[in-house]
T-cell receptor, first 116, second 118 residues
């Protein structure tokens, strides 16, 4: 199992450009989510999905779109990049936990995005 | 609304000593889960330990234990016999109850940067 994979690892965008951050998981998890992490703060939820075809907004959804056409993939689209979107982005999926928890979040390695 | 508070932006501990990282939470729900994650300088999020709100015993995982005081709404992480490799950012997080429409989301605290001194 590769777990949760994210591409790219690093990206620099100019203000106004659009791009898609890719996320895939091979654990057959129904629940997937996107978080952003800014300096001095914990992770904040952007969007999440409880299954293919179902998505919903989290705490900070503005400026981002998501779709979930398959169980495996959950891409995050930046429509028109802004400097305020400079952050580290984590994708996560949730399923049975190794430590006996009912649901454990498995995180991808992150994408470091800079918008100039 | 839920809230997680980590009041220690930075902590130092001598190698081989124990250290406690504080976490308090605010929720009116009876059913919830508490997590601790480690984020080393390489950036990945590593799951450490989980405590369910109905668990009567404090969770333990190797050198990690969670000091769960439900009445005080605190879920402190205790690391015993600190190692140099424990130097990292540590995040406390809470999971919303399953009954809510947004079940399974995690709300994170702002983190504590732990430095282990040789």
């Amino acid at each position: 199992n590769a777990g949760v994979t994210q591409t790219p690892k690093f990206q620099v965008l100019k203000t106004g450009q659009s791009m898609t951050l890719q996320c895939a998981q091979d654990m057959n998890h129904e629940y997937m989510s996107w978080y952003r992490q800014d300096p001095g703060m914990g992770l904040r939820l952007i969007h999440y999905s409880v299954g293919a075809g179902i998505t919903d907004q989290g705490e900070v959804p503005n400026g981002y779109n998501v779709s979930r056409s398959t169980t495996e993939d959950f891409p995050l689209r930046l429509l028109s990049a802004a400097p305020s979107q400079t952050s580290v982005y984590f994708c996560a999926s949730q399923g049975p936990g190794l430590a006996g928890t009912s649901y454990e979040q498995y995180f991808g390695p992150g994408t470091r995005l800079t918008v100039t | 609304a839920q809230k997680i508070t980590q009041t220690q932006p930075g902590m130092f501990v001598q190698e081989k000593e124990a250290v406690t990282l504080d976490c308090t939470y605010d929720t009116s729900d009876q059913s919830y889960g508490l997590f601790w994650y480690k984020q080393p300088s390489s950036g990945e999020m590593i799951f450490l330990i989980y405590q369910g709100s109905y668990d009567e015993q404090n969770a333990t995982e190797g050198r990690y234990s969670l000091n769960f005081q439900k009445a005080r709404k605190s879920a402190n992480l205790v690391i015993s016999a600190s190692q140099l490799g424990d130097s990292a950012m540590y995040f406390c997080a809470m999971r919303e109850p399953f009954s809510s429409g947004s079940a399974r989301q995690l709300t994170f605290g702002s983190g504590t940067q732990l430095t282990v001194l040789p």
